[in-house]
């Protein structure tokens, strides 16, 4: 069974930046599209960003474009998510996803998932 292990949560003030990872095991890595995704109290869990196998091809939410980066290191199967210029609304449980099949929008597509880590954002 894959197994995504988030680390690097925390709190930070408005403004500051915070650097999630994600650590995978029990899959053929580089062969997998990675996700973030993320949920707050009382909201669904939205979509943050995805990379694609190599790494090539990057997604964002419009909501954190130009302050979040997306990258992996598949020689060591970990994804990584750059967070700076955070702000209040960033606030949420940040979770790991990955899906077997290439980037199309769907939620749906990430069968497998991390257990998250939260990140707190204060004003």
């Known amino acids: 069974q894959v197994q995504l292990v988030e680390s690097g949560g925390g709190l930070v003030q408005a403004g500051g930046s915070l650097r999630l990872s994600c650590v995978a095991s029990r899959l053929t890595f580089s062969s997998y599209t990675m996700g973030w995704f993320r949920q707050a109290p009382g909201k669904e869990r939205e979509f943050v960003a995805a990379?694609?196998?190599?790494?090539?091809?990057?997604y964002y939410a419009d909501s954190v474009k130009g302050r979040f980066t997306i990258s992996r290191d598949n020689a060591k199967n970990t994804v990584n998510l750059q967070m700076n210029s955070l702000k209040p609304e960033d606030t949420a449980v940040y979770y790991c996803a990955a899906s077997p099949w290439p980037y199309s929008g769907s939620i749906d597509r990430f069968t497998s998932w991390g257990q998250g880590t939260q990140v707190t954002v204060s004003s």
């Open positions: 990379i694609n196998w190599n790494g090539g091809r990057t």
